[in-house]
């Protein structure tokens, strides 16, 4: 069989075939990896929120059993307010990280739409090579079927001529 002539081509696309899947591979462990980063800031808010509000329970069954004093109260409540502080600097790292997934799902979605366009490629030059080989299997049955003919037609004339 001859050598198909777009075999290069073919190569080339079978290789940015498999650099889209790799990058496609990467973006989405990527995306894995900030959206991890994302539910673990989340959790260390919820923890922040559950702690200060345990903390004031705790200050206020304190002041009421009578084992703070109420000058120990003001101290207290400026440490409920720093700890609300932190939480709104949480919320702000929250925010940041969910900007992160959302970029590293435009990432994805990029990588998915090349790789579709890599892999949408390669089909059509495969499905161009089996047309290809399909022609050239006809074409050698057919000059087969014609060389068979000829052999056909040598042998009857010899037995012709034999036979006259």
């Not at 329970?57 to 409540?77: R, V």
């Not at 790789?115 to 161009?128: V, Y």
């Not at 399909?134 to 040598?154: H, Y």
Request: aromatic letters at 4%; glycine letters at 2%.
């Amino acid at each position: 069989m001859p050598k198909y002539r777009l075999q290069t081509l073919l190569e080339i696309r079978e290789r940015a075939k498999d650099e889209a899947e790799d990058a496609f591979s990467r973006a989405m462990q990527n995306l894995a990896d900030e959206e991890k980063r994302l539910k673990h800031e989340q959790d260390t808010l919820q923890q922040m929120i559950e702690d200060r509000h345990r903390r004031r329970e705790d200050y206020a069954n304190k002041l009421a059993s009578g084992e703070m004093k109420i000058t120990d109260q003001a101290a207290a409540y400026r440490y409920i307010d720093r700890l609300k502080e932190k939480e709104v600097e949480q919320q702000s790292v929250i925010d940041g990280q969910q900007e992160q997934v959302r970029e590293a799902e435009k990432l994805v979605k990029q990588a998915q739409d090349v790789l579709i366009a890599a892999t949408q490629d390669l089909k059509a030059l495969e499905k161009h090579k089996e047309k290809w080989a399909e022609q050239i299997k006809r074409e050698r049955q057919a000059r087969e079927e014609d060389q068979l003919d000829e052999i056909g037609q040598t042998i009857f004339q010899q037995n012709l001529k034999r036979n006259r």
